[in-house]
């Protein structure tokens, strides 16, 4: 059989057949869409903005925004439920210097691409106006990079659909955008900022597999839930095998591991680990970093207190 022969109409049939049959499975491109889910009367509506950007670097202090890519939303607050796309916007800007040539074959945007060009800095702050919310996936990469470009970002709470979603309990065994999307029958062209963003919003409306709800009332949820970093402050160094393998990275800038936590319970259950596993019983101090929404993912720090064990 010639597929080229074949109209749309008949390959879609094909494929629908073969989705059925237990030994396969079927992916579909990425198909921008602009309505998920209808409204009914009396349904309050908010508005989210997805986020991407593709830099010169990986540096927020030394590399800048090459293209930012937005794409506006309303959600349904209670259910975390995604509804009408509002505004879809990308731009490209000139970072005032060449791309790197690696980075460049990452993206694939060139410096004949960006020559002259200038993010509408009145028209991404229109955009952000009345958002209760922003998301992207890596918040803790974006941020950084858009507040030095865009200060009014600060004043935006984040959430991280890698962070703020707990894939190893919901039974996922990667967190990288292709990979969730791949597990909805999904595939599609990453590494450009707007169509990053269309894949977003895919997962968001997603149902995840364990707690049966969407991804997005997840990270709705976790804007609720109190997020800290704990500080091991002069752990012993051979206890740097046991924190990293529990998740903790070090900070060489303060010469200290680090972890973060969401909720009370989670704290807790980390501080009597770190009393009986790193320090053995000995008296220590703690540094906690207090984490809300409008620092969550930021290079910016939170309020820090401290705890002795």
């Not at 937005?70 to 970072?95: K, N």
């Not at 707990?166 to 900022?193: N, P």
């Not at 095998?241 to 900070?251: H, S, T, V």
Request: with cysteine; glycine share 6%; aromatic share 8%.
């Amino acid at each position: 059989m010639n597929l080229s022969e074949l109209s749309s109409q008949d390959i879609a049939t094909l494929a629908d057949s073969l989705a059925q049959h237990p030994d396969y499975r079927v992916l579909r491109r990425l198909v921008p869409r602009h309505s998920f889910l209808p409204t009914v009367p009396g349904q309050v509506l908010q508005k989210a903005v997805v986020l991407d950007t593709e830099t010169t670097g990986l540096s927020a202090q030394d590399d800048q925004v090459i293209e930012l890519g937005m794409i506006a939303f309303e959600f349904d607050p209670v259910a975390g439920t995604v509804h009408r796309i509002l505004q879809v916007f990308d731009e490209l800007e000139d970072p005032g210097r060449p791309i790197p040539t690696e980075t460049i074959q990452i993206h694939h945007i060139t410096d004949e691409m960006v020559r002259g060009k200038r993010i509408n800095d009145a028209e991404v702050e229109k955009i952000l106006a009345d958002a209760s919310v922003i998301i992207a996936h890596n918040a803790a990469f974006d941020r950084p990079f858009v507040e030095n470009r865009w200060p009014f970002f600060e004043k935006k709470q984040w959430v991280c659909s890698i962070k703020d979603i707990d894939w190893k309990s919901e039974g996922v065994g990667s967190a990288k955008l292709e990979y969730l999307l791949q597990t909805q029958g999904i595939f599609y062209e990453a590494h450009r900022a707007e169509t990053d963003c269309w894949a977003l919003l895919e997962l968001l409306n997603a149902v995840l597999p364990q707690s049966q709800q969407p991804a997005l009332l997840s990270l709705l949820e976790s804007l609720n839930q109190s997020q800290v970093r704990l500080y091991a402050t002069g752990a012993p160094f051979d206890s740097k095998d046991f924190l990293k393998a529990r998740g903790y990275r070090w900070a060489p800038e303060i010469k200290c591991w680090h972890r973060q936590l969401g909720g009370e319970k989670a704290l807790q259950e980390e501080l009597s680990w770190l009393k009986n596993k790193v320090y053995q019983g000995r008296r220590a101090t703690v540094d906690i970093e207090t984490l809300g929404g409008l620092v969550r993912h930021s290079a910016r720090q939170g309020q820090k207190t401290t705890q002795v064990l």
